[in-house]
């Protein structure tokens, strides 16, 4: 009896033997290749470092191939991963923003060196605008200037335009149909005119102080003539009696009879702008230099 339960308990324990060693195996297969790579690591190191233990991870009773594996599983063998992963966006995103740090600091920096350039070229062509004006300006003064000092100089600058004598009867002051029409055509070219002066010399044979009271005569009928007929400027006149004695002399030296004359000076400034008076003719019908 004894020895019936023994023979048939024995094919019993065989078969969990056997069930055991083939769910045993793949678990020692697996292990088997990684302790060989370890070894083989270990073994390929230099000497100098020191060498520590480091313990093969858990991996459950089916190793790295386990079809079973849990997400906790899972999520434990992807946690580095993911830090490191994280770690390279926070690098990246700080990398980004130092960038666009730097590009705004870098625009700034180039438009207001922009702006400078563009205010320095504004004052620089503000520069050059005042430096014409002042260029013009002195030119204009220096031209102003030349313009007074010919002005100037040309004030008592008189040339002769015309002369001609009025002749008269003895020492009588009484103007003649002549020296009246002479007188006529003389105002006629004066008049509205301006820059000019008459010069009036009356001349008389008669010596001394005699002489000097006719001739004196004869040139204050001159003048009332041209005063009151052809309101010509009393200004613009000026009279000299000289008697007897010679302005100009004729072939014998002598004064041989009373004349006055009349000759038409212009100042060219004050009449640069009008038609300079023509000269009228003289009593023999020719003018005078």
């Known amino acids: 009896m004894k020895n019936q339960m023994i023979a048939s308990s024995f094919p019993r324990q065989a078969a969990v033997l056997i069930l055991a060693s083939a769910l045993g ?8 290749p990684a302790s060989s790579q370890s070894t083989s690591s270990i073994s390929q190191q230099p000497s100098s470092q020191p060498s520590t233990y480091v313990p093969p991870p858990k991996e459950g009773f089916w190793g790295r191939l ?13 946690s580095p991963i993911n830090g490191q992963l994280n770690e390279l966006d926070q690098v990246n995103a ?3 923003h130092r960038i666009n740090d730097v590009n705004s600091r870098a625009q700034a920096g180039i438009s207001k060196a922009q702006e400078t350039a563009d205010n320095a070229n504004q004052s620089a062509l503000a520069a050059g605008n005042q430096a014409q004006q002042a260029n013009s300006t002195a030119e204009d003064a220096s031209n102003t200037v030349k313009q007074l000092h010919t002005t100037v ?10 002369s001609f004598d009025i002749v008269f009867r003895g020492a009588s002051p009484v103007l003649t149909a002549t020296a009246r029409q002479q007188l006529n055509s003389l105002a006629a070219n004066i008049t509205g005119r301006s820059g000019y002066i008459l010069q009036i010399a009356a001349q008389s044979p008669a010596p001394g102080a005699y002489g000097i009271q006719i001739s004196q005569r004869m040139a ?4 009332r003539y041209l005063v009151t007929q052809h309101q010509i400027p009393i200004y613009r006149m000026h009279a000299v009696a000289l008697g007897n004695a010679q302005s100009e002399t004729d072939g014998t030296g002598q004064v ?6 009349v000759q038409l000076m212009e100042n060219s400034l ?3 702008d ?16």
């Not at 204050?220 to 003048?223: F, H, L, P, R």
């Open 25 to 32: 195996l793949p678990a020692w297969a697996a292990k088997a």
């Open 270 to 272: 004050a009449a640069q």
């Open 94 to 96: 700080q990398m980004a």
């Open 153 to 162: 100089y040309g004030l008592d600058q008189y040339r002769q335009v015309s």
């Open 274 to 289: 009008a038609a300079s008076p023509q000269g009228t003719a003289s009593l023999n019908g020719a003018e005078r230099p």
């Open 256 to 261: 041989r009879y009373s004349n006055v004359r």
């Open 220 to 223: 204050e009928a001159v003048e």
């Open 66 to 78: 386990n079809p079973f594996a849990r997400k906790k599983w899972v999520r434990r063998q992807l």
